[in-house]
């Protein structure tokens, strides 16, 4: 008879009265799968025992009932972190994006997908491909990118990577086809990288993929291994060419400015020249009519003036003289240095400078003592 059934009494529960000891095990577990029996209808006894049986698993069914509803309820809580959102489906339809926080949503009636939307994930693609100018070119490109619709990015598109990869593969392509082998190789490359993520975002937002691209880098870019020694055959020779064209600048603009300077220096010295000459010849021109007026006025003292005049002009480049006397084979010999030299030893430091008109003077003056001397010898 069960612990419970009437007339049972409190001293036979297995769970333990006051004067009883330890429970058996193997008892206890009979009277607990007889328990059950009898709360699912099992089992055997008179009819008060069914009836009590009857009322006792009514209650257990709605405190079961209960508790499973508060552990369904309980398994409907989530924690979206604040680099995620959650995509809820409602019966296999999108109902709405979570935000960030604690929220619930009814177990298997919602279907709950976290994304995580700050993380930077990475897709690479290699290949051989085809250039404007009929070249082959071994590229290698990276794709950094992030999700901006989780939605789409869940919903949209079965395979997102996927649709990645083909829309970079694709973007790549095309970019490379209209450009030429040295634009992609060499000072192109950053370029052909701009022009490969705007295409290829063009192609992921009309998929509605969810995806946005934040940056695309080409790796590699490079003709195949095949012609590898005369591409750079070709690109040696092109740098030398760069070389000698900016040797050549360098020397145009180092020898330019200096030929222009040297022509305006030429224009400049022709010109002072010019004005100089100019100038000399209206002085000597007002000189010489100023000369004809004293002329007229006195002959001789012009002519002698004239006279010494000259002979200054002469000897002013002049160190030697050899002068002619009349009357005889002789020729006198002025030594015009050491007179000068002599004069500049007897005369300050400062009045060192040679008289040429003195010196004339003395000469002219020489001159006729002997030219009077040679005429008495000749008588």
Do not use: C
Not at 40 to 68: C, D, H, P, T
Not at 165 to 194: C, F, N, P, Y
């Amino acid at each position: 008879m069960a612990w419970n059934e009437p007339g049972g009494g409190r001293d036979n529960d297995p769970w333990g009265g006051k004067n009883q000891g330890p429970p058996d095990l193997d008892e206890a577990l009979k009277k607990l799968q007889e328990r059950l029996n009898s709360l699912f209808g099992g089992g055997s006894g008179g009819q008060g025992g069914n009836g009590g049986g009857v009322k006792l698993g009514m209650g257990s069914i709605g405190a079961l009932a209960v508790l499973a509803v508060a552990m369904w309820a309980l398994f409907g809580f989530y924690q979206v972190d604040q680099q995620e959102r959650a995509v809820v489906l409602r019966l296999g339809v999108y109902q709405q994006t979570v935000m960030p926080g604690l929220r619930w949503a009814p177990p298997i009636i919602d279907d709950v997908n976290i994304i995580n939307v700050t993380k930077v994930r990475a897709a690479a693609s290699r290949g051989q491909m085809l250039t404007e100018d009929e070249n082959i070119v071994d590229i290698s490109v990276s794709v950094q990118y992030t999700v901006s619709d989780p939605a789409n990015f869940l919903l949209k598109v079965k395979r997102p990577e996927l649709s990645l990869e083909h829309a970079l593969e694709s973007a790549l392509r095309h970019v490379v086809g209209s450009s030429k082998m040295d634009q992609v190789i060499t000072e192109g490359r950053e370029q052909v990288a701009v022009e490969t993520q705007a295409r290829m975002q063009n192609y992921l937002t009309a998929y509605q993929s969810g995806i946005q691209v934040a940056k695309v880098n080409i790796e590699d870019a490079q003709p195949p291994s095949q012609v590898q020694d005369a591409f750079d055959d070709v690109t040696r020779a092109k740098e030398d060419r760069e070389r000698l064209k900016n040797e050549a600048e360098a020397y145009a603009n180092g020898i330019i400015p200096e030929a222009r300077g040297a022509a305006q220096r030429q224009l400049e010295e022709a010109q002072a020249y010019k004005e100089q000459v100019i100038a000399k010849a209206e002085g000597e021109a007002q000189r010489f009519s100023e000369l004809v007026a004293e002329y007229k006025k006195s002959p001789k003292v012009t002519r002698e003036r004239l006279y010494i005049d000259a002979l200054q002009a002469l000897y002013a480049d002049s160190s030697k003289v050899m002068v002619d006397v009349e009357g005889g084979n002789n020729m006198m010999y002025l030594p015009l240095d050491k007179l000068a030299n002599q004069r500049a030893a007897s005369r300050p430091m400062r009045d060192q400078e040679v008289d040429i008109r003195q010196l004339t003077d003395k000469v002219v003056e020489q001159l006729r003592r002997d030219s009077q001397f040679s005429r008495r010898e000749g008588r």
